[in-house]
């Protein structure tokens, strides 16, 4: 086939097909257990809850105080790890582990970028996985070529790694506080060595990281746990303690847990663990996530009210909102729309006929919406490919109106910190006004939540809403460092 002659590495018609939403960012897992215990299978348990953050890459390492292993590869968690590769991480004392998921927003998705990565130290062999961006990383990094330093890949969690290692002289935990203060962005990290567990978060607290303990076993304290959200706890049958703070380190070793405050910050958490990207069972920040999503619904309807017969959402992303839109403003919730659960999101539609059908594959309309007007509930829109699509799949069904509700504000500006929105040119509402948007889409009426009303609606810490209006409060990278292929020179 023709390649695409902007990037000879991608398909034709790349963004013609590309995933009309944010994608998302990666999940990591941590586990110290004072007594030994079959850390593999929890880790393994641990990323596998959290595979929703992250399917290009799965990867875990597992340490019993001496050696030191990992197994990591592209694919999905259950792709990733069969019973030959669980076995090999199957330590008899193993104490420590770390597991990882990955979505790239900084580095191509080939192997030798999956995590956790791994190093030998004066410290000895350390394990880093990493959620988020740094937005300082390439110039960080360029200072550390120029004084010889050896990367082996292009992410950047590298060059978190390659500054613990460098300070030499200091301890782990000292060694990666420094670090903390040298790198700026949204990050949430696991970090452990042969007998040391560490997590820490930005300042701002734009990733999230949480802290979690599983029962005491034969009077012994129960392991703790650290992960990107609670289900990873929930699914080792850990129970939630409390976030990391913003700007916090904590580690665990033989003496129990530990917390150092490196570099306090004022929280403001992303926006869209909330609207999108966490679990609906999961809790951040003091926040339920199914609680936000109901009242972003019901703010979006009381917001944009609309004369119709019934609420539909766009499954799976869409489906709480539009049932506290239903709640609020009376119109009765429908499944309009069937997804189907074996369409992956990787499928690559190299046609025109076959990018057209690619929709239809995912997603096929119900009797339902057969003569009705229906409020079409979504999370977000990027590109506005897709939202087109099931806009006319709705119509096609016999649908006599449809009107477009989304429960975020309209995505302007790219994301720096760790999600993979697209380029700025490619945010289609970067281009278009709220009515060129629903022209192109194709509906009825559009409306967006205001920042204000997303604001109340989360109900918690600050937010950063910075791909909505472009205040980025953890900083931004150099001009030219604005996609995830930056470390590529």
Same mark, same amino acid.
């Given at each position: 086939?023709?390649?695409?002659?902007?990037?000879?590495?991608?398909?034709?018609?790349?963004?013609?097909?590309?995933?009309?939403?944010?994608?998302?960012?990666?999940?990591?897992?941590?586990?110290?257990?004072?007594?030994?215990?079959?850390?593999?299978?929890?880790?393994?348990?641990?990323?596998?809850?959290?595979?929703?953050?992250?399917?290009?890459?799965?990867?875990?390492?597992?340490?019993?105080?001496?050696?030191?292993?990992?197994?990591?590869?592209?694919?999905?968690?259950?792709?990733?790890?069969?019973?030959?590769?669980?076995?090999?991480?199957?330590?008899?004392?193993?104490?420590?582990?770390?597991?990882?998921?990955?979505?790239?927003?900084?580095?191509?998705?080939?192997?030798?970028?999956?995590?956790?990565?791994?190093?030998?130290?004066?410290?000895?062999?350390?394990?880093?996985?990493?959620?988020?961006?740094?937005?300082?990383?390439?110039?960080?990094?360029?200072?550390?070529?120029?004084?010889?330093?050896?990367?082996?890949?292009?992410?950047?969690?590298?060059?978190?790694?390659?500054?613990?290692?460098?300070?030499?002289?200091?301890?782990?935990?000292?060694?990666?506080?420094?670090?903390?203060?040298?790198?700026?962005?949204?990050?949430?990290?696991?970090?452990?060595?042969?007998?040391?567990?560490?997590?820490?978060?930005?300042?701002?607290?734009?990733?999230?990281?949480?802290?979690?303990?599983?029962?005491?076993?034969?009077?012994?304290?129960?392991?703790?746990?650290?992960?990107?959200?609670?289900?990873?706890?929930?699914?080792?049958?850990?129970?939630?303690?409390?976030?990391?703070?913003?700007?916090?380190?904590?580690?665990?070793?033989?003496?129990?847990?530990?917390?150092?405050?490196?570099?306090?910050?004022?929280?403001?958490?992303?926006?869209?663990?909330?609207?999108?990207?966490?679990?609906?069972?999961?809790?951040?920040?003091?926040?339920?996530?199914?609680?936000?999503?109901?009242?972003?619904?019901?703010?979006?309807?009381?917001?944009?009210?609309?004369?119709?017969?019934?609420?539909?959402?766009?499954?799976?992303?869409?489906?709480?909102?539009?049932?506290?839109?239903?709640?609020?403003?009376?119109?009765?919730?429908?499944?309009?729309?069937?997804?189907?659960?074996?369409?992956?999101?990787?499928?690559?539609?190299?046609?025109?006929?076959?990018?057209?059908?690619?929709?239809?594959?995912?997603?096929?309309?119900?009797?339902?919406?057969?003569?009705?007007?229906?409020?079409?509930?979504?999370?977000? !829109?990027?590109?506005? &490919?897709? *939202?087109?699509?099931?806009?006319?799949? $709705? #119509? +096609? /069904?016999? @649908?006599?109106?449809?009107?477009?509700?989304?429960?975020?504000?309209?995505?302007?500006?790219?994301?720096?910190?760790?999600?993979?929105?697209?380029?700025?040119?490619?945010?289609?509402?970067?281009?278009?006004?709220?009515?060129?948007?629903?022209?192109? !889409?194709?509906?009825? &009426?559009? *409306?967006?939540?205001?920042?204000?009303? $997303? #604001? +109340? /609606?989360? @109900?918690?810490?600050?937010?950063?809403?910075?791909?909505?209006?472009?205040?980025?409060?953890?900083?931004?990278?150099?001009?030219?460092?604005?996609?995830?292929?930056?470390?590529?020179?």
């Amino acid at each position: 086939m023709t390649l695409n002659a902007s990037d000879p590495t991608k398909p034709p018609h790349w963004d013609e097909y590309a995933e009309d939403k944010p994608r998302e960012e990666c999940g990591v897992f941590g586990i110290y257990s004072p007594q030994p215990a079959d850390l593999a299978w929890m880790t393994y348990l641990g990323i596998f809850a959290m595979q929703h953050r992250g399917q290009e890459a799965a990867g875990i390492c597992v340490s019993d105080g001496e050696k030191f292993h990992v197994e990591k590869d592209l694919g999905l968690v259950t792709q990733v790890f069969d019973e030959r590769r669980l076995d090999n991480l199957r330590l008899a004392n193993a104490r420590v582990a770390i597991g990882h998921v990955r979505y790239s927003t900084t580095g191509s998705n080939l192997r030798f970028n999956a995590q956790p990565l791994t190093t030998r130290t004066n410290k000895g062999i350390l394990g880093l996985a990493h959620n988020g961006n740094f937005v300082n990383a390439r110039e960080v990094r360029d200072v550390m070529l120029m004084e010889g330093a050896l990367f082996a890949t292009t992410n950047d969690s590298e060059v978190m790694l390659n500054l613990i290692a460098r300070e030499s002289h200091m301890d782990l935990v000292e060694a990666t506080a420094a670090a903390m203060q040298k790198l700026k962005g949204g990050y949430a990290c696991v970090l452990m060595s042969r007998t040391q567990l560490i997590g820490f978060r930005d300042p701002n607290g734009v990733r999230p990281l949480v802290i979690g303990q599983r029962e005491s076993e034969n009077g012994a304290p129960g392991a703790y746990v650290l992960a990107s959200e609670p289900c990873a706890l929930f699914a080792v049958g850990a129970r939630l303690l409390r976030d990391v703070l913003p700007g916090e380190l904590v580690w665990m070793d033989r003496s129990g847990l530990h917390s150092l405050m490196v570099h306090p910050g004022k929280p403001t958490p992303c926006a869209f663990e909330w609207i999108y990207f966490a679990r609906v069972d999961s809790i951040l920040d003091g926040v339920d996530s199914h609680a936000a999503r109901l009242r972003m619904g019901a703010q979006l309807a009381r917001e944009h009210p609309v004369d119709a017969d019934i609420v539909v959402p766009v499954p799976d992303s869409g489906m709480v909102a539009a049932i506290g839109y239903a709640r609020e403003s009376g119109i009765p919730f429908d499944y309009g729309l069937y997804k189907n659960p074996y369409a992956g999101r990787s499928f690559i539609a190299p046609t025109q006929e076959a990018r057209e059908l690619k929709v239809k594959m995912k997603l096929s309309p119900t009797a339902a919406v057969a003569g009705k007007r229906v409020v079409l509930v979504d999370d977000s !829109i990027v590109r506005g &490919t897709t *939202s087109r699509q099931i806009v006319n799949l $709705l #119509r +096609e /069904a016999g @649908a006599t109106e449809v009107h477009f509700r989304v429960s975020s504000p309209p995505i302007r500006f790219p994301c720096f910190y760790g999600i993979d929105t697209a380029a700025r040119k490619e945010l289609v509402a970067s281009t278009h006004s709220t009515e060129q948007i629903r022209e192109l !889409i194709g509906a009825d &009426t559009l *409306s967006f939540i205001s920042e204000r009303g $997303l #604001r +109340e /609606a989360v @109900a918690g810490p600050g937010l950063c809403l910075a791909c909505f209006n472009g205040e980025y409060p953890a900083g931004t990278p150099l001009l030219n460092d604005v996609d995830k292929l930056a470390l590529e020179v």
